[in-house]
């Protein structure tokens, strides 16, 4: 293990993995907790477009992608709150309008021949120094803003109308939760890829679940999860000369199915109090 942590691109995709994970285990946890799966999902697929303008444009991979990601949520979150019953397929439309977006930006760019797959299924080995310093800074504020907004978002989390009656603004509250998906999605799909995003943001949150009294003991649980999926996949795919995104998926696959057959053999156990 030493030897390999002499590599820089592997000193760089650890550190990508561990700022990923922090993220996956803050905000996966809103995710969860608020049953918006579907939501972060199709914030994810319509970021798709937003690659494909930076890479027309020409612009950092970050920029493009955020930009597009951020406007998305904001629709689903207007949309979400203005007519929930036709949210399913406003949320639809924007995703699949993402995706294809994308591919005809991409198709439109003069010379383009770059290898797709590391948007798809993440490029972790691939990660620059340059690109740590800006997903560290988007994690740092991601991180901050749920710090800042703890109470606010662990009362809309659990009791939305006693939320509202501590006068808690939790329309703009949920606006800003889509928001911080949308830029956890972003650096996200760096390591892991459009594809697999929404199970690093489910998977460990779902399992942490189980062993959590509390919102925050959730989210230190759902992080500690993420950085060990991570980790391991990450030497896994190296050692094995695998696909380092989906590596990581299947290894937390593997935690997700032990997670479930802990439930059934230990029904209550696990449970902390506060």
């Known amino acids: 293990m030493a030897e390999i942590l002499q590599m820089e691109f592997m000193r760089h995709a650890l550190a990508a993995g561990l700022l990923v994970s922090l993220v996956c285990g803050v905000v996966g946890t809103l995710v969860v907790v608020n049953r918006i799966v579907f939501l972060a999902g199709g914030i994810a697929h319509a970021a798709y477009g937003g690659i494909g303008l930076a890479i027309f444009l020409g612009w950092p991979f970050l920029a493009g992608t955020l930009g597009v990601a951020l406007a998305a949520a904001s629709a689903?979150?207007?949309?979400?709150?203005?007519?929930?019953?036709?949210?399913?397929?406003?949320?639809?439309?924007?995703?699949?309008?993402?995706?294809?977006?994308?591919?005809?930006?991409?198709?439109?760019?003069?010379?383009?021949?770059?290898?797709?797959?590391?948007?798809?299924?993440?490029?972790?080995?691939?990660?620059?120094?340059s690109e740590l310093g800006e997903m560290a800074a988007v994690a740092a504020l991601v991180v901050g803003i749920v710090a800042w907004f703890y109470p606010d978002f662990l009362a809309m989390s659990y009791d939305p109308e006693f939320a509202r009656i501590r006068r808690v603004p939790?329309?703009?509250?949920?606006?800003?939760?889509?928001?911080?998906?949308?830029?956890?999605?972003?650096?996200?799909?760096?390591?892991?890829?459009?594809?697999?995003?929404?199970?690093?943001?489910?998977?460990?949150?779902?399992?942490?679940?189980?062993?959590?009294?509390?919102?925050?003991?959730?989210?230190?649980?759902?992080?500690?999860?993420?950085?060990?999926?991570?980790?391991?996949?990450?030497?896994?795919?190296?050692?094995?000369?695998?696909?380092?995104?989906?590596?990581?998926?299947?290894?937390?696959?593997?935690?997700?199915?032990?997670?479930i057959g802990w439930r059934r053999l230990r029904p209550g156990r696990g449970e902390e109090a506060g």
């Open 76 to 129: 689903m979150a207007a949309v979400t709150l203005r007519a929930r019953h036709r949210a399913d397929a406003v949320v639809g439309v924007i995703w699949a309008v993402g995706m294809a977006a994308g591919i005809v930006l991409i198709d439109l760019t003069p010379g383009y021949r770059s290898d797709l797959m590391s948007y798809l299924f993440g490029s972790i080995l691939a990660v620059p120094a």
């Open 170 to 259: 939790v329309a703009a509250l949920y606006s800003l939760m889509l928001l911080l998906i949308a830029a956890s999605v972003v650096i996200v799909i760096r390591v892991v890829g459009l594809i697999l995003v929404i199970a690093l943001l489910t998977i460990p949150p779902f399992i942490a679940e189980s062993f959590s009294g509390s919102l925050k003991g959730m989210m230190a649980r759902a992080t500690a999860w993420s950085a060990f999926f991570t980790v391991t996949g990450l030497f896994l795919s190296y050692l094995l000369d695998l696909t380092s995104g989906a590596t990581i998926i299947l290894v937390a696959a593997a935690g997700f199915a032990a997670a």
